[in-house]
């Protein structure tokens, strides 16, 4: 073990599975989950599906300058609570990607019943907070796990 | 003081504003808010919102058993970053109430800068997670705060 | 997969090893882990080191009334700090356990540097916030698992 | 308001008092603030105790480079647990400045009861983990705030 990840979890087929163990830390006095901290578990997969994708969230950007990935928009439908010792799985789905931005839809299951459901969008900003375009070697990585990736372009 | 909260922030006309300073704790490495944490900024407003309107989110319920309030969907656009130092302010607008949950917008400012904005639902829920209505006197103290109250049925 | 845990994590003699990847939600401004994270790690590992020995940290105390861990002090020294994409080791160790208490040492390394160490008082309370001796299966199930287990008296 | 801060809470004496609302975000479900939480409590106000001193955590420092408070250590005793709705106080005193760095007693209040006392031993790191003595704009400030001032030397 050298102390470097490579990323958790796995794809079926182009879903990404993270397993999330919930902690007392995750837990709020109602005795379930805390709703932002589902918005953790969302973030805790992603990091996984790009590390697996072949990139961490730092590393490999690097060339072009520190970047980070920054939340445009968040649409989340908390449909039933996760309570402590409960095992769950963050499946994630790369939905789009376009020149500045790709969309995520992420899905928490506790066996087969579905508890959270999240649409994110998100870019890549600069250390000043300002979006740039994804870097080739990003869209390069990325393209191939899309859920529908573009349709190539007619040549007559 | 008596170790009790009354409710921080005030109301302008309908609208809650609570001040909220960033800490470290609610940045991350990129610099600046770590996105879920904003969610706790609003969930912090909510909270003075009900202290102020006359209730803390489990006293005053008591009476018909202990209830917890539940998220059940947010809207939320990070329009720009919010970083260490900055004083922010979270305006809270309750926007619906029905017979089970309610609505808010919720937006945080920095100066004049609107970072970022969320629309709640919520409802109440007792101790196992099951919906409920909200309680009479609940509605009687938010009636007055909706940012448009339901106009009075005609009586012919 | 169940979706309920049996525990993470492996015991190497009387060691608890959990692996523990850093997140984003785990940094600060600084590029490092927050402090008080790390308190969630040792957290994290104690719950998996509990699963482990055979009970969760509610269940299986139920018979006896609902019960909580509490800690009662923590002494934490943090000699170099975690980042962003390190996998982190979380060992624990049970040093003490007597009638209300336990002890444990908890080590959290990135490869062979040890990171950052703490020592933990944790004691059982009611819901209502008060202590109560260790149940007797929770102090059978726990007692193997002694760095030193208490020499037996000796009967004349 | 220009939305920046100069610093919350006040002095008594050399000792800074800072309110601090619990929220919901700051309990789990054994209805009490989650132990690590308080360790963030005690974070922001010495971040309050330094602002009103004079200086931000980050800004001021910035002509020597960009640094970050890092905590080297941290002994907290847990007396008793704080619940949502409490107010509670965190007063933070100065112990002591040497040429890298501080400790400080922060103790927890609700009302007159004493709920955590902790001693931190915090010191300036660089944005690459160093070490690094305390700016002399920064000894300056401080130090009229230590609750015991070094004597000054005699000068024969």
């Known amino acids: ?28 006095l109602s005795g379930f989950v805390y709703h932002a901290n ?9 990091t996984e599906f790009f590390r697996l994708a072949g990139f961490s969230k730092m590393a ?24 402590l010792d409960d095992l769950l799985t963050v499946k994630t789905l790369l939905t789009s990607l376009s020149g500045a931005r790709l969309h995520a839809l992420q899905q928490i299951f506790h066996g087969e019943t579905l508890l959270v459901e999240g649409r994110i969008e998100a870019c890549l900003v600069t250390l000043t907070g300002k979006p740039r375009r994804l870097p080739e070697n990003v ?3 990325l393209t191939p796990l899309l859920y529908e990736p573009p349709l190539p372009m007619d040549k007559p």
Chains 1, 2, 3, 4 share one sequence.
């Open 1 to 28: 073990m050298t102390g470097n990840l490579n990323g958790l979890g796995n794809f079926e087929g182009k879903t990404h599975h993270l397993p999330v163990s919930v902690y007392y830390e995750d837990t709020d």
């Open 38 to 46: 589902y918005l953790r578990f969302m973030e805790r997969a992603r």
């Open 60 to 83: 490999g950007l690097e060339a072009q300058g520190p970047f980070a990935w920054a939340i445009r928009r968040a649409e989340i439908d908390f449909r039933k609570p996760a309570r």
């Open 139 to 141: 869209r390069v990585l």
